[in-house]
């Protein structure tokens, strides 16, 4: 079974070069822009779809050594993320919130170079994945040890856990960042077609 450790994460990310920090989150931010072009045709919200899917094109711009205007973007992302304290939570607009605070943290990452900023967006995936288990399995609890561990175990959680360690694997092995593009957006797509 695959853990989710932040802090292990951080340390396979701190000696990588700002570049390939940045590639990572971007790649993380990817994989969550179909649950939040989902969330965006349910609510007829085609400005959003457009504008996440171009913050996340900036990042693997970003990614590539191009220039971005990264504090306009990242104050962009961020308004796309809900506050919890607003009425209408849904599991849909949850995964929209953790796909815009990826593609911020993919923003960040570049302009930062900080490592936690990256694993802040793989923890979007994560966070994404345990409400995935949740939503399946209604009527259990996040605060008992026991639901979390049944979370942790889940396919859903499991698929999410190694969907960031193939992408820092393949950031570390420099794979060309179109591959790495391509592949988290069609895992991206598989795994939106899966998660209620």
């Not at 923890?123 to 609890?141: E, H, T, V």
Request: charged share 20%.
């Amino acid at each position: 079974m695959l853990e989710y450790n932040e802090m292990l994460l951080m340390l396979h990310l701190e000696p990588l070069d700002r570049l390939a920090k940045t590639a990572f989150a971007a790649a993380c931010a990817e994989r969550m822009v179909p649950l939040s072009n989902r969330y965006a045709r349910q609510t007829g919200d085609s400005l959003r779809e457009q504008r996440l899917t171009a913050i996340v094109s900036a990042a693997w711009q970003a990614a590539a050594g191009g220039d971005v205007d990264a504090t306009l973007l990242e104050a962009e992302a961020e308004a796309m993320v809900p506050d919890e304290d607003d009425e209408g939570w849904t599991a849909g607009r949850s995964y929209a919130g953790n796909a815009a605070a990826a593609a911020g943290y993919a923003i960040r990452t570049w302009r930062t170079n900080d490592p936690q900023h990256a694993a802040w967006a793989a923890r979007q995936i994560f966070d994404a994945a345990d409400l995935a288990y949740f939503q399946a399995n209604p009527g259990g609890s996040f605060l008992t040890e026991a639901e979390q561990n049944a979370s942790l175990e889940s396919t859903v959680v499991q698929s999410a856990i190694s969907a960031i360690h193939r992408d820092l694997e393949a950031v570390k092995n420099a794979w060309p960042l179109s591959e790495l593009r391509q592949r988290a957006q069609q895992e991206g797509q598989e795994w939106a077609a899966t998660v209620p």
